[in-house]
């Protein structure tokens, strides 16, 4: 357990549906990022936040998607209209980067599998 | 985007040392190398990290070459619960410092009893 939480860990939905995920990370971290991974695949970058802000976003992340950080703390991941091709492990992770640090290391949850039906 | 390459498969007997090789030849000088394991269904763990030395953890030692082209993961006394994805990474740099993880396919390690 990395303290690093996701719900659900499982959803199954059908074509069409909207879909909420949440990332509750590691309390004092500062850094919060999503992932997605299909089957027999590396994860992949997403987006990206530094407390409250969103500062990075992947090309993956079609307009249907949609992520907030609203107070720097958890994370939730919507997708809207999901399509079958949107089945995949979404994975939050987080990290702490110190002023003046080199480097941060990522710590993954146990990612929300998704089922679009 | 993914700068390294890792053999697809190894498989490595209980109790042995497992040695899991890694290729980044494009790395820049002041890019780290992460490894992550990925168990079947779980999210993948932080293994180690290193820049240019050698580095050692309670779970795995992490051998860079001198001109930092490739690597390689040591479990030293591998177990059946080591069978994991393995995952040689060079980070990428998008914004303000931060870093995403770019996976590749990784090694299928399986252990064997």
Known sequence: DTGVSQNPRHKITKRGQNVTFRCDPISEHNRLYWYRQTLGQGPEFL??????????????????????????????????????????????????????????????????RLTVL | DAKTTQPPSMDCAEGRAANLPCNHSTISGNEYVY??????????????????????????????TEDRKSSTLILPHATLRDTAVYYCIVRVAIIQGAQKLVFGQGTRLTINP
């Not at chain 1, 969103?54 to 998607?65: A, N």
């Not at chain 1, 107070?71 to 003046?100: H, N, P, V, W």
């Not at chain 2, 490894?35 to 795995?60: C, D, F, V």
Request: proline share 3%.
């Open chain 1, 47 to 112: 987006t990206y936040f530094q407390n409250e802000a969103q500062l990075e976003k992947s090309r993956l992340l079609s307009d249907r998607f949609s992520a907030e950080r609203p107070k720097g703390s958890f994370s939730t991941l919507e997708i809207q209209r999901t399509e079958q091709g949107d089945s995949a492990m979404y994975l939050c992770a987080s990290s702490l980067r110190l002023a003046g640090g080199s480097t941060d290391t990522q710590y993954f949850g146990p990612g929300t």
């Open chain 2, 35 to 64: 490894w992550y394991r990925q168990i079947h269904s779980q999210g993948p763990q932080y293994i180690i990290h290193g820049l240019k030395n050698n580095e050692t953890n309670e779970m795995a030692s992490l051998i860079i």
